[in-house]
Nanobody, 115 residues
């Protein structure tokens, strides 16, 4: 089970850190990722981190302001977002990539950025 948290109502220019904790599942051998879905739009990839190596991958739109990280001891993955913009408003989901696709998903956490 994945539990995402950290969302909320913030002002443009603020920073936010989203968390995703895993319970009953080990991420070893997998990759973890963050996706987001804005109102009226499809879910889009934001960032991914390989659990073992720590290698990170970002969508082009996420490079520069988004940072994905993980804590192996806490079995958690994080997404730090800097200089938030109204267009970052979305439900953010964490997921586990077990092969070539994401298999497990958290329930999502809503981020609302006001101008």
């Amino acid at each position: 089970q994945l539990q995402a948290s950290g969302g909320g109502l913030v002002q443009a220019g603020d920073s936010l850190r989203l968390s995703c904790a895993g319970s009953g599942i080990t991420f070893s051998g997998y990759s973890m990722g963050w996706f987001r879905q804005a109102p009226g739009k499809e879910r889009e990839f934001v960032a991914q981190i390989n659990w073992a190596s720590g290698n990170r991958y970002y969508a082009d739109s996420a490079k520069g302001r988004f940072t994905i990280s993980r804590d192996i001891v806490k079995n958690s993955v994080y997404l730090q977002i800097a200089s938030l913009k109204p267009e970052d408003t979305a439900v953010y989901y964490c997921g586990v990539r077990t092969g070539t696709v994401y298999t497990y998903w958290g329930q999502g956490t809503l981020v609302t950025v006001s101008s």
